[in-house]
């Protein structure tokens, strides 16, 4: 039976013997009868198979700086071309983007864009990569690699912003298209993530595990801290630790500030101490490079070199106001290597944000 053009096939399924079928993409393994959308409600059961159902079709397009991703190490100062769809594997109740996350509204998809097209409006734009972002690109594998595959015939590199809840096999198909990425750690608790998120912490962890020793993508980790949920120091200290003997001291942290929102309305947001403490701790468990976000601190948000402590990129917002980087991403004063992927010299993009339509820079290449 023929296919509506945004409904594709998926692979990562299998019928159950009680005529069910279980979607086998994350470990939410969704078992699901003839009609029935998963939670994550874009792939639905269609015809005794998984289909997704919203195949180049998104939420919005806008040109950002990569430091919003965040990603402090992937071409400071570049711009990235970010897009989203609708929906999200997991049902966190302080999601930040809860009306992209969680519609239901097809509405809410009100951009339409091929691969292609978007690979060719990020080139037109003059963006370095190009950002599954806003929600989780998990839920629209098929739709993440065929966007990706088209950047990469162009030289544009792919960024996964992603909760990392996913299963090893289409885990492991995902990220050879995928370039760098940044792994929301939600908080190193399953109390947390079984309360607050209807889900796991432990395939969250596999997945770091995995991009640092089976994979060459460049991935940074975030935190959201909130008050009396995620922020005890202690808890802070031993996902740290973890991170270090696990994933390696070179993995940069970013703790961001928590705001009221969606079904979590009754917490206020994060103090910018916490903040500055979680960095701190970051630091003395010896992870190299750790952040404040959503907050303003330009020390909190700038690179330091962890052999002499000079400052090597300084960042106020995402303004780049410092760079004492060489070429080849060591320390002008020390010579120390500092991780990441680094060009010549730092992006002008800056603070800018730039909502565009695709179908205004989408033409052929010449």
């Known amino acids: 039976m023929s296919l509506p ?3 594709v096939r998926t692979k990562y399924w299998h019928r ?3 005529g069910r079928v279980q979607c086998d993409l994350c470990p939410r393994l969704c078992k699901l009868r003839e009609a029935q959308r998963g939670l994550c409600f874009v792939r639905a059961c269609q015809d005794g198979e998984i289909v997704l159902t919203t ?16 990603l402090n190490h992937f071409f400071p100062g570049s711009a990235v071309l970010s897009f989203g769809t609708a929906g999200c594997n997991l049902a966190c109740r302080f999601c930040q983007n809860w009306d992209i996350s969680k519609s239901r509204e097809f509405d809410t998809l009100a951009d339409q864009a091929s691969p292609e097209q978007i690979a060719r409006a990020a080139a037109a734009l003059g963006c370095r990569s ?7 690109p998990v839920i629209f594998h098929e739709y993440a690699i065929d966007v990706a595959e088209a950047c990469h015939a162009l030289g544009i590199a792919t960024v996964a912003v992603t909760a990392g809840y996913v299963c090893s096999e289409p885990r492991a198909e995902f990220y050879r298209h995928i370039d760098a990425a940044n ?11 079984h309360q607050l998120c209807s889900g796991h912490l432990e395939p969250v962890k596999q997945t770091l595990v995995y991009l640092e020793h089976e994979t060459d993508v460049w991935f940074e980790v975030t935190t959201l801290l909130i008050p009396g949920e995620n922020d005890d120091p202690r808890e802070i200290g031993a996902m740290c630790r973890w991170l270090v003997e696990n994933v ?24 910018p101490e916490t903040l500055r403490r979680a960095r701190e701790i970051a630091i003395s468990e010896g992870l190299r490079y750790a952040y404040t976000g959503n907050v303003h601190d330009a020390a909190g948000q700038s690179t330091y070199c962890h052999g002499c402590g000079a400052k090597l990129v300084g960042r106020d917002w995402y303004v780049l106001t410092d760079w004492t980087l060489s070429p080849d991403g060591s320390c002008r004063r020390c010579g120390t290597c500092c991780s990441g992927r680094f060009a010549d010299g730092p992006g002008d993009w800056g603070s800018r944000r730039l909502p565009v339509r695709i179908a205004d820079w989408a033409a052929p290449l010449a």
């Open 5 to 7: 053009p945004d409904t």
């Open 16 to 18: 159950l013997d009680d």
């Open 55 to 70: 195949y180049g079709r998104s939420s919005g397009f806008c040109v950002d700086p990569i430091e919003k991703k965040p």
């Open 130 to 136: 190009v950002a599954f972002t806003y929600n989780d």
């Open 183 to 193: 792994v929301d750690l939600k908080a190193f608790s399953e109390r947390f993530y």
């Open 248 to 271: 390696g001291e070179d993995v940069p942290i970013h703790f961001s500030a928590f705001h009221p929102d969606w079904k979590m309305l009754d917490k206020p947001a994060t103090p």
